[in-house]
């Protein structure tokens, strides 16, 4: 069950919320399916197959919300609707206005969302009350923003802000690859982004490919900073930093494996091993990123 990406929050250190009282808040808002008329709906779900909205183990809290969508595409919608409009024309003698096909859009929109499909998307969110993270499994910023925003309807006042730290990720990765060294238990893998700060926005990347110092001081000597770097910490976590400070692809290693094997072997409760396996290493992951880049600044 380990996350895949993180987007980072920085969690309030006068947190206190049981549990309990953040199940009770985000009952308020739990997922129901939306009508035949309703392109989106939201609302919190259980983490597990099973239980409650929030899932506790020794201070780490698991909670998901759910997004449910009807597959209802632009073309399919514009496409009746200039059938519409033709109809319309033969009638009336001339092109439907700007307003009229604005109209008759709206119209077959409504006709054919019952008929749509729905998919939906769980996205899970971690909260760590032991090191203060708020941690959410997305890679893309619109679905980081649909949990921060439901979030903040049911946690008032709203517990998170955003990490920033004092050195910026761009200017920390930039300088480990000239140095051609990562900092403390961090070392540098292969996949690496350099882009170029001006308009244009030139980019270079190397795919499982490693780059030599002499290409980086060229690079950066041509205005690139680094903006994404492939890493690995304590020889236990592999993944990806970029320069807005968020992680992907995150991947536990062999090492971390073999030890969920063990565990999962001796417990019955799989989830629950996961789940402290991956919180317990990943908390120790974020507390050592964060030194790395100088500390936390405070705004």
């Known amino acids: 069950m380990w996350f895949k990406n993180i987007k980072i929050f920085r969690l309030s250190s006068h ?35 099973e239980g409650g909205l929030v899932h506790a183990l020794a201070g780490q809290y ?28 033969e009638q009336q003698g001339y092109k439907p206005g700007r307003k ?11 006709e054919l969302l019952p008929k749509a499909f729905s998919v939906h998307r769980d996205t899970r969110v971690w909260i760590d009350t032991r090191n203060h993270w708020l941690a959410i499994d997305a890679a893309a910023g619109a679905k980081a923003d649909e949990v921060i925003g439901m979030l903040a309807k049911a946690l008032d006042p709203f517990p998170a802000t955003p990490l920033y730290t004092e050195i910026s990720p761009a200017s920390a990765m930039t300088q480990w690859l000239l140095e051609n060294d990562g900092p403390g238990a961090f070392t540098i893998d292969q996949d690496t982004e350099l882009r170029s700060t001006s308009e244009n ?3 270079v ?9 002499e290409e980086v001081r060229k690079h950066v000597q041509n205005g690139k900073q680094c903006t994404r770097l492939a890493m690995t ?26 030890n969920q ?11 629950d091993t996961d789940f402290a396996l991956m919180t317990g290493e ?15 600044k405070k705004v």
């Open 282 to 296: 990943l908390g120790k992951m974020l507390n050592d990123l964060v030194d790395a880049l100088g500390g936390e």
């Open 15 to 49: 947190f206190s919320l049981s549990a309990e009282a953040i199940e009770s808040l985000l009952e308020k808002a739990r997922f129901t399916p939306g009508s035949s008329l309703d392109m989106v709906s939201m609302g919190w779900v259980s983490p597990t197959d």
């Open 62 to 89: 698991l909670i998901s919300l759910r997004v449910d969508k009807k597959l209802l595409p632009s073309s399919v919608v514009n496409q009746v609707a200039r059938a519409r409009a033709a109809d319309i024309e």
């Open 201 to 203: 926005r030139a980019t």
């Open 233 to 258: 910490w304590a020889d236990r976590v592999s993944f990806v930093l970029t320069d807005a400070l968020d992680i992907k692809r995150i991947s536990p290693l062999d090492v971390l494996k073999e």
């Open 100 to 110: 009229q096909m604005k109209e008759i859009k709206e119209r077959v929109t409504e």
């Open 261 to 271: 094997e063990a565990l999962n072997t001796a417990d019955a409760d799989a989830f």
């Open 205 to 213: 990347r190397y795919v499982r490919h490693s780059i030599e110092t």
